[in-house]
């Protein structure tokens, strides 16, 4: 591989609604863990204990175009897993052509709408925060990652992380 794969083009649906000419962009969550150095006896330097996903969990960051009904109907959503956003990008290799379908799924609700300036006669656009509960990276129909927060799943390139952990507390 000599050269790497660049995002050609993007999708985003929102409750199944296709934003064909209405995303700018989005912002991918970063995936991140709480990790917590411990030395103990015998050490000759700390070692990081893996605490599970960072404080602040999954958030995903997005644009839209003008005025975004949408996303403002969808503010205030009680249930924590109650907007589902799904984003699909085709990634190019330029040496070989070759072209792999990402798609991430993810549910949670708006944190943050930020309906930015208003001004006769410019663009507009709406950016959004939504802090997401559930995610899912499938890259060509394969499923990389997959993490539930509310119900402590968490898959890595096929293996469940947390299957022990739940057997140990009978969930």
């Known amino acids: 591989m000599a050269m790497p794969r660049k995002l050609k083009s993007l999708m985003l ?6 934003y064909v000419g209405v995303v700018k962009s989005v912002t991918l969550p970063p995936l991140g863990r ?8 015998g050490m000759n330097g700390p070692v990081k204990a893996d605490l599970g996903m960072s404080d602040d969990g999954i958030q995903f960051d997005w644009k839209t175009g003008g005025l975004d009904l949408i ?3 969808q503010f205030g959503a009680v249930n924590a897993s109650g907007v589902a956003l799904r984003f699909t990008g085709s990634f190019q290799q330029d ?4 072209i792999s379908a ?3 799924v ?5 944190e943050t709408i930020e309906m930015g300036e208003a001004k006769a006669g410019e663009d507009t656009e709406h950016s959004m925060k939504t802090t997401c509960t559930y995610y899912k990276l499938i890259v ?3 499923e990389i990652i997959e993490i539930d927060l509310l119900n402590f ?4 390139n096929g293996v469940d992380m947390l299957d022990k952990q739940r057997t140990a507390l009978g969930i």
Do not use: C, Q
Request: net charge negative; glycine share 12%; aromatic share 6%.
């Open 95 to 98: 040496d070989t052509g070759d």
């Open 71 to 73: 996303s403002l109907r």
């Open 153 to 156: 799943i968490e898959k890595v």
């Open 13 to 18: 649906f929102n409750d199944a609604n296709a």
């Open 140 to 142: 060509d129909n394969e």
């Open 34 to 41: 709480k990790m917590e150095a411990y030395r103990g006896g």
């Open 106 to 110: 993810l549910r949670g609700r708006h």
């Open 102 to 104: 990402v798609e991430i």
